[in-house]
């Protein structure tokens, strides 16, 4: 029996925002549940579905909609790791739970606007983030490793959940030296840092980051600088940690203090160390697995939301001659 359904929505920004670019979101919808999926005006009907699609499309629209509403902007990504989730619920399940993508939000005080994972593997790196002291997150380029991290550590500073929050990252360099470079050591390591920031000022106003950084609740630390701290009461987010050796790797992780969070991200196919030093990252993730306390997240492919091209370019390298051992392993975990 074909049962059809018509929503009204509240306007047509409303709609604009559930339909997504060119209207995505249906099409994704439309691949779902089967059946034909229209919007006119401030309406979308669906129709050509049996009673549990047409119950499962009320349940998915009014989702987007409380996400449109809070103020992201759904992507085809978004709709297909919320249809995933689900799948497989009971009609009385999906009335009573929330929706787990909508917990992962991330509220940032006097941001720009809420974060929301667009990837149930990016909800759970969210989740493991906000349950565990220590996280790892591995995964390639434009997943969203370190905008994540960035986003949840702003949400426990500004919140005054953290009393500050430290940057750090391995420093590789590339034919020229550090000692060589202008300035003191905050405008040495700059460089090194500024997908950090790049990742603060996409979520906060810039102004609101320099009286940070100038009242010291933000720090920037070069990795070799930190033998010897003891970190307490802050979030602290290590990035590109595939460039760490072992030894800075254990060091690391050995600051964490009382009442502090750590993160650790990296993707284990672009390891810039020289040949024959093993990465603190891979060798921390084989002798760790075990650790009750510590989340490990995984990211693929699947899950780049940077830009479309994106997954088209690391799957042609992925599937190159020369790839590395490591990116062979890392795409069949």
């Known amino acids: 029996m074909d049962d059809s359904i018509t929503i009204v929505l509240d306007s047509r920004d409303l709609l604009s925002g559930v339909c997504g670019a060119n209207d995505g979101n249906l099409k994704v919808l439309e691949g779902q ?101 220590i996280s790892f997150c591995v995964g390639p380029a434009g997943t969203g490793k370190t905008y994540l991290a960035i986003a949840e550590a702003l949400n426990l500073v500004l919140s005054k959940t953290m009393r500050k929050l430290v940057l750090t990252r391995p420093v590789v360099e590339a034919g020229e030296s550090l000692g060589f470079l202008p300035g003191d050591l905050a405008q040495k390591i700059n460089p090194y840092l500024r997908p950090l920031y790049d990742a603060m000022e996409a979520l906060v106003p810039y102004e609101m980051i320099r009286r940070m950084e100038e009242d010291r609740v933000i720090e920037i630390a070069p990795l070799a600088y930190m033998r010897g701290r003891s970190l307490n009461d802050c979030m602290i987010i290590l990035d590109e940690a595939q460039n760490t050796t072992k030894e800075q790797m254990k060091m690391f992780l050995t600051r964490i203090g009382e009442r502090a969070r750590a993160v650790i991200t990296g993707d284990v196919t672009q390891i810039d160390l020289p040949r024959r030093v093993d990465s603190g990252l891979v060798h921390a993730l084989s002798i760790l697995k075990g650790v009750d306390g510590i989340h490990f997240a995984w990211l693929h492919t699947a899950d780049v939301v940077r830009h479309p091209l994106i997954k088209k370019i690391i799957q042609a390298y992925n599937a190159a001659p020369e790839q590395a051992q490591t990116g062979d392993a890392y795409e069949k975990t």
């Open 33 to 133: 549940l089967g059946g034909h999926i229209a919007a006119r005006g401030n309406e979308i009907r669906f129709q050509g579905g049996d009673k549990t699609a047409s119950r499962r499309f009320r349940s998915m629209i009014d989702s987007l909609v409380a996400a449109v509403k809070e103020g992201e902007l759904p992507s085809p990504e978004y709709v297909r790791a919320l249809a995933g989730i689900r799948e497989n619920g009971s009609a009385a399940a999906e009335e009573k739970a929330r929706d787990p993508m909508r917990e992962a939000l991330i509220h940032i005080p006097h941001g720009f606007r809420n974060v929301f994972p667009r990837s149930k593997n990016q909800a759970e790196y969210i989740k493991g983030m906000r349950s565990h002291d």
